[in-house]
């Protein structure tokens, strides 16, 4: 029998038949939604074609057989695909890109708030306690260096150590050469350093055109002095400013913005949110709110833009973008710039750079809507397969699916996912902590999961499942049957899962209500397919939160129960060492050296951790 790579009915040529030819980034899903890869490219259609047309290696082949969507993001430019497939690898951590990524080619300069005279540092990567700004990211290592060495020819801002700078007596062969100022010696004021590392400073951020006016009239002066050699040394100075400008920013316009668009056929509708920071695109996320109430377009966006901010508490960048007039736009804006505490715009009239924005927001929107509406039709065919299967006298309209996770026995979680004819609906996730039962039983765990659960819809609170899926087979299909006899939900259908002998996708069994009325579908079955995907997203989201409360607790409940140490200690002392392994092998004198900790405190911490 095929195992689940097997099983995927991922329909690539209506995908591609939907596709855009516009540069982009893709994101390949798994059968859970979790993302496999991310690639960038020049020709979305043509390079996502490659995949499922073209001859491939094993690896690939590997991964192909396993996709069952895939996800793009349309950009302006390679530079913007580039950046953006940089940050979601980043963030996402693909399987499949794990190997071709280099997490040093993602790198930034940062100037520390902390030191008289600054130096511009190179860092791999942003550390969230750092006292000072990052500049960045850049595409490659190469980008920043060569920016680095520009800034210290033009500005002259010193590139070495602090501890070298601190040691200095005399200038270094960097004075010599004109790529320092010296300031380890006094040969500069701090004002006048300061104001060279900001002109330095703004021209990395893209603003180096305030930068050259300040320049150009430097020159024009030498130039009226008869200076003529300070006057080309500064034309140099502007030219070399003028292709790093160009070279290092995607959009040197500037500008922090949202843009919202609306796309909407067949019943579907999708909103594209596109970030746009310091001028440069961020990325597109894309929703699909309800619209139970039947509101038009305009009247829905203006719903949702006032939902992203104000219920969610995003940040709000200074100017929001519309494809449609929303209604009350200036209740809106004051709302806004209430919340942000200083002048935000909301406008769907724009021109030059920002229409070119709203464009891709529209573009990004209707390339979303046509994958969702291709995934809608697949979506709609899997549960009618369900209802035949099923032999129902009417369609299922929501699936419910629990499962246990726990490591020996340890931080148990259950987890509660539900579906759609949409497809999941993670608004009515729910996990429950387990406590109070035997470590590693997971009958009981089910139990109180179950309970809690159905407890409520008893109360009449919540909405019923049409069909409760229990990944177990028999035995939990049993015990769900006795706990919802007991709450008199009798009438809620139940579907047992259970795994085949080799635990291979596809060869699962199906229990109908009891364990005597059994069904075998083909691995083929679109039924099928859905069952697995609501088991494996149950299975994934319980992992999920399993990890999660395990991990905090080892990571902080040793020194939870210390005497002295609340959130702000604890918190110093795990990012001080590393860890609560690192603070667990430091001495007392070690441990007296972070902020906040006394002798006396680090003594009673070392005699708790270790007895």
């Known amino acids: 029998m095929p195992d689940s790579h097997d099983t995927m009915t991922f329909d690539s040529r209506q995908f591609l038949a939907n596709l855009t030819q516009a540069p982009g980034i893709y994101r390949m899903l798994d059968e859970r939604g979790d993302t496999l890869y991310v690639g960038k490219a020049k020709r979305l259609k043509a390079r996502l074609a ?41 963030e996402l951590r693909p399987p499949y890109n794990i190997l071709l990524r280099d997490d040093k080619s993602y790198p930034f300069v940062f100037v520390t708030d902390r030191h008289p005279y600054p130096a511009l540092e190179y860092k791999r990567a942003r550390r969230r306690y750092d006292d000072g700004r990052y500049l960045g990211p850049y595409p490659s290592s190469g980008a920043v260096r060569e920016s680095l060495s520009l800034m210290q020819k033009i500005f002259r801002i010193r590139n070495c150590e602090d501890s070298v700078f601190a040691h200095r007596t005399r200038p270094c062969l960097q004075y010599q050469i004109q790529r320092c100022s010296a300031p380890c010696v006094g040969y500069i004021s701090e004002a006048d350093y300061r104001r060279d590392l900001e ?23 030498a130039s009226r002095n008869l200076a003529f050699e300070d006057a080309a040394r500064l034309r140099d100075q502007i030219q070399h400013l003028r292709q790093l400008q160009h070279r290092q920013f995607v959009d ?15 019943g579907v509708l999708t909103i594209s949110v596109l970030a746009v920071r310091q001028g440069r695109l961020l990325g597109a996320r894309h929703h699909s709110p309800d619209n139970g109430l039947g509101l038009g377009a305009a009247e829905l966006l203006g719903e949702f833009v006032s939902q992203f901010y104000l219920g969610q508490g995003r940040e709000i960048p200074r100017e929001v973008i519309t494809s449609l007039p929303i209604p009350d736009d200036s209740i809106l804006e004051s709302a806004l710039s209430s919340r942000a505490e200083r002048r935000v715009r909301v406008t769907h009239k724009v021109r030059g750079h920002r229409s070119q924005w709203l464009e891709l927001a529209r573009t990004n929107a209707e390339q979303q809507l046509a994958s969702r509406l291709a995934s809608q039709n697949e ?31 340890e931080a148990t979680v259950a987890s509660c996912v539900v579906f759609d004819r949409n497809g999941p609906r993670k608004s009515d996730y729910r996990r429950f902590n387990i406590e ?25 609170e919540g909405v019923a499942p049409d069909i409760l899926l229990l990944d177990g087979g028999k035995g ?54 859905l069952i697995q995907h609501v088991r494996d997203e149950a299975h994934r989201f319980a992992i999920t939160g399993h990890r999660n409360r395990r991990d905090k607790a ?29 603070v667990k092998q430091a001495s007392r004198e070690e441990l007296a050296r972070v902020p906040g900790i006394s002798a006396a405190l680090a003594e009673t911490i070392h005699r708790s951790l270790h007895g």
């Open 50 to 90: 490659s995949y499922f047309r073209g001859a491939l290696n094993a690896k690939t082949q590997a991964m192909v057989a396993r996709i069952a969507d895939v996800q793009v993001t349309v950009t302006r430019s390679e530079i913007e695909a580039l950046l953006l497939e940089q940050t979601l690898i980043k």
């Open 252 to 266: 040197t316009e500037g500008g922090d913005a949202d843009a919202f668009a609306l796309a909407e056929r067949e």
């Open 379 to 409: 979506l709609d065919r899997r549960f009618d397969a369900l209802q035949e299967a099923l032999a129902l006298d009417t369609p299922a309209e929501r699936l419910e699916c629990f499962d246990i996770s726990h490591s020996h026995g």
């Open 436 to 460: 109070g039962v035997t470590a590693g039983d997971d009958y009981a765990a089910m139990r109180q999961a179950l309970t809690r659960r159905f407890r409520r819809l008893a109360e009449g």
């Open 476 to 529: 939990q299909l049993n015990l769900a049957r006795e706990v919802l006899g007991e709450l008199g939900l009798a009438h809620v259908r139940l579907l047992g899962v259970a795994k085949g002998t080799t635990r291979k996708a596809g060869l699962e069994t199906l229990f109908i209500e009891t364990i005597d009325r059994t069904l075998d579908l083909p691995a083929a079955s679109p039924a099928l397919h």
């Open 554 to 582: 080892r990571r902080s409940s040793a020194l939870e129960d210390i005497a002295g140490i609340g959130p702000k200690r604890r918190r110093e002392l795990l990012r001080f060492f590393g860890g609560l392994q690192g």
């Open 199 to 221: 002109h330095a400073v703004m021209c990395l951020e893209g603003r180096s055109e305030q930068v050259t006016e300040e320049l150009t009239e430097a020159m024009e002066a």
